[in-house]
């Protein structure tokens, strides 16, 4: 099994002051999870959330359903 690092990055709208989070989709396709976690903390907790739900909650969000 080939292990991959997630490649983290933060939305390009994140310019609030640092009140940001990174996920990680390039572990999408090959592990069905999209890792999210804290920018002011790299070092601290990720949630693994499965990669539909993710998704789906982008997806509810650019509907305005927030």
């Known amino acids: ?3 991959e690092s997630p490649q983290w990055f933060t ?8 009140q940001c989070i990174e996920i990680a989709t390039n572990l999408a396709a ?4 999209v890792p999210v976690r804290d920018s002011k903390n790299p070092a601290g907790p990720v949630v693994d959330f499965p990669a539909g739900s993710f998704a789906a909650f982008v ?6 359903e927030f």
């Open 1 to 3: 099994m080939t292990t």
């Open 11 to 18: 939305s390009s709208y994140s310019e609030n002051g640092g």
């Open 30 to 33: 090959s592990h069905g999870l």
């Open 59 to 64: 997806a509810s969000v650019k509907a305005g």
